[in-house]
């Protein structure tokens, strides 16, 4: 019905139009032979902008009436479409759309996804485009750049020296100089002196042209902390082991050459013993530095504490009367969950420090106690102390606070390191209170296992 209608319609306005425009044309024809030719000229103009005018409408008001019936078609029922002839169109565009949909729905997927993995990323990513606009940035990216969470492109960070590097590398790799990734090791000075490696990683596309460029931030500082210990604990293990080694050495070599007399020969013995037994004690504490390096975790029990303590003063009692100092006991039951020979060597290393390096008729007082969910290992004593700038030193490996006197006891510096270690392992916290000249007091914080007899049953 609306075909036949559309016809008639164009029919009637196409004869109307051929049967006024005879008599006008007849008219022009005379107007144009009177006037000139920039009046006809500019009649022209105007005509044909009417022209324009009146066929943009019809065509408007045409495609309007054409369209209609398509938009009001049901996609999802073609079987009473009035078009048969469109059918085959309309069934592709429909399949077309519902792929399109698809593809979409599972780019949106992708997307999420990917978002969530770099989100939760601990090293920083940021992608951007060949002019430096950013595409996306995470979490992690944002605390190496003060001003990275306000702008969108990366010529405007406020890290100069970075900047520099970047641009360099974006030029490199517009003129196809570079195409592989590049790595760097930086220092961003904001906030906190971080160490970190840099992996600028370009996108090229399928005709090799420079698309963007990935930039991943890898926080090294902690690694690089390890490997500086690691370099200076070779370095101190090689010194401190060659010091009692070339005593012996020189001592066994005086006594092989005959060069000491009868009367001296005990004390070279008694000195090469020495050594010998100090060289011993260092190797142990080497081996256990390194274990305790070396372990992740171990199987605890659970155990009390006190009686832990109790064998570490029956361990030291000889030696406190030794250097003429009081032991104090002040002791609770305190369950844990520990290893029993790592807390032992934790407890009497702490004791030991606090004997040796005590004044002669001092004190030590061990207290343990349980406070809330924890419980509280104390040593305090009336000794030496440490210096304010020194306290924070004092769990470094080889460390001596007093390097005299701790050559003088036997003392290797590695005692301190060892109970930092075991605490890790433990869970452990430890705090230090020292005055200088009035003594020091360690305390050591474990979770307090408070239900010890069911544990005990089901053990």
Not at 109 to 123: G, H, V, Y
Not at 126 to 139: A, D, M
Not at 353 to 358: E, L, S, V
Not at 436 to 445: A, H, M
Request: aromatic content about 10%.
């Amino acid at each position: 019905m609306q075909k036949k209608f559309f016809l008639i319609l164009f029919s009637a306005i196409f004869s109307l139009v051929l049967t006024l425009n005879v008599p006008l044309l007849l008219k022009l024809k005379s107007f144009f032979q009177s006037q000139t030719p920039f009046w006809v000229f500019s009649y022209l103009i105007i005509e044909f902008c009417v022209i324009v005018l009146c066929s943009a409408l019809l065509a408007r008001f045409l495609s309007m009436i054409l369209l209609k019936p398509l938009q009001t078609i049901n996609f999802k029922n073609l079987e009473n479409f009035p078009y048969p002839e469109l059918g085959a169109l309309i069934e592709k565009i429909k399949s077309q759309n519902k792929a399109v949909k698809t593809q979409f729905k599972h780019l949106k997927k992708k997307k999420q996804e990917l978002q969530s993995l770099t989100q939760n990323m601990n090293d920083g990513l940021i992608f951007i485009n060949r002019t430096g606009k950013i595409l996306s940035k995470n979490t992690s990216a944002k605390k190496y750049f003060s001003n990275l969470k306000r702008i969108n492109n990366i010529l405007e960070l406020d890290n100069a020296e970075f900047l520099r590097l970047l641009l360099q590398y974006l030029r490199d790799f517009k003129k196809e100089k570079l195409k592989s990734d590049i790595r760097e090791n930086f220092t961003f000075h904001y906030p906190n002196n971080l160490e970190c490696e840099v992996v600028f990683s370009p996108i090229f596309s399928q005709k090799s042209k420079f698309k963007g460029l990935i930039i991943a931030l890898c926080d090294i500082t902690e690694l690089k902390k390890a490997q500086n210990l690691r370099k200076e604990f070779s370095a101190n293990v090689t010194h401190e082991l060659k010091t009692p080694l070339t005593s012996i050495m020189v001592s066994s070599e005086m006594i092989k050459n005959g060069l000491v007399v009868q009367e001296d020969l005990p004390n070279f013995v008694d000195k090469i013993h020495l050594e010998s037994k100090r060289l011993l004690e260092m190797i142990n504490e080497i081996l256990k530095i390194s274990f305790l390096d070396e372990t992740q975790a171990l199987p605890l029990t659970m155990l009390n504490l006190k009686e832990i303590v109790q064998r570490v003063y029956a361990r030291l009692e000889l030696l406190a009367n030794k250097h003429s100092i009081t032991l104090k006991l002040d002791l609770q039951d305190a369950y844990i969950l520990g290893i029993d020979e790592l807390l032992e060597n934790l407890v009497f290393n702490l004791c030991d420090n606090a004997i040796k390096y005590n004044h002669k008729g001092g004190f030590v007082k061990i207290k343990l106690k349980t406070s809330g969910e924890f419980v509280e290992l104390a040593i305090k004593d009336s000794g030496i102390g440490i210096p304010k700038e020194l306290q924070e030193r004092v769990f470094e490996r080889f460390f001596c606070v007093d390097k005299s006197r701790s050559k003088k006891i036997g003392g290797s510096g590695l005692g301190l390191s060892i109970v930092k270690s075991a605490l890790k392992l433990h869970n452990a916290t430890i705090s230090l209170k020292s005055d200088l000249g009035k003594g020091s007091e360690f305390c050591v914080r474990f979770a307090l296992v408070k239900s010890h007899t069911k544990l005990s049953r089901i053990n």
